[in-house]
């Protein structure tokens, strides 16, 4: 018969297993399928773009550009149990993105421009419901960018300092949820971000320099959700 001294040394173990099973369980549930799962993404994306700068005095120019995207992702997932593996998942998204900005040199070290830009971040799928052999969630969908920004770039040698106002509005823009034990993206409809961002370069002798620079938003929000 073991010593006591014994049996404890050999049912500790076992406890602590059955205990963190027990945890296991009720954080995950009873279905052990949701521990191991795979999933296959393929993705493509395609784009064409061009930019032209046209300068109407000596120190004023304009900027025009365009971009096209295409883009497109196919996501299956499938597990090590005998769960049915779920539909793939097909999703394809593009866009037409635009840039338009102004740009005056009153001198040779001083630019004062004011641009437009759009942005675009393509749909992807979600892979959440995979472990469960489910259907997949919903696909994401494409976020765009309306982009307002206004500056000062000055530079010598030696010296270089840049001054930016910026506005970003979003549409569809994507962040991450939390789901239980699983991390998904979505679309929280619409967001406005503004701030100014300062930025400087000074170059010392013996090849030492002095580099700062700093970020301010005073308004970062959603207007939707």
Same mark, same amino acid.
């Given at each position: 018969m073991p010593k006591s001294g014994e049996q404890e040394h050999?049912? #500790?173990?076992?406890?602590?297993?059955a205990s963190m099973a027990m945890i296991a369980c009720g954080i995950l549930g009873t279905n052990p399928a949701t521990l191991r799962s795979l999933t296959k993404n393929l993705s493509h994306s395609f784009a064409g773009f061009g930019e032209a700068t046209y300068e109407l005095t000596e120190q004023l120019s304009v900027i025009a550009g365009l971009r096209y995207t295409y883009d497109?992702?196919?996501?299956?997932?499938t597990n090590s149990f005998a769960l049915p593996d779920a539909d793939p998942v097909n999703i394809n998204s593009? #866009?037409?993105?635009v840039r338009f900005g102004l740009k005056y040199r009153p001198i040779d070290s001083l630019d004062l421009y004011a641009t437009f830009s759009q942005g675009y971040q393509a749909g992807v799928t979600t892979n959440s419901n995979w472990n469960n052999g489910g259907a997949a969630s919903?696909?994401?969908n494409p976020q765009y960018l309306d982009?307002?920004?206004a500056g000062v770039k000055f530079s010598q040698p030696g010296v270089s300092m840049n001054l930016a106002a910026f506005?970003?509005?979003y549409d569809d823009?994507?962040?991450?949820?939390?789901?239980g034990i699983t991390i998904e993206s979505q679309n929280a409809a619409a967001a406005e971000v503004f701030g100014v961002d300062f930025d400087m370069n000074i170059n010392l002798p013996e090849g030492f320099g002095i580099a700062?620079?700093?970020?301010?938003?005073?308004?970062?929000?959603y207007t939707k959700y």
């Open positions: 050999h049912v #500790a173990p076992r406890l602590a297993a497109s992702e196919e996501s299956t997932g593009s #866009a037409t993105t919903d696909p994401v982009a307002y920004e506005f970003y509005k823009i994507v962040v991450q949820r939390y789901t700062g620079g700093f970020s301010w938003l005073p308004k970062s929000k």
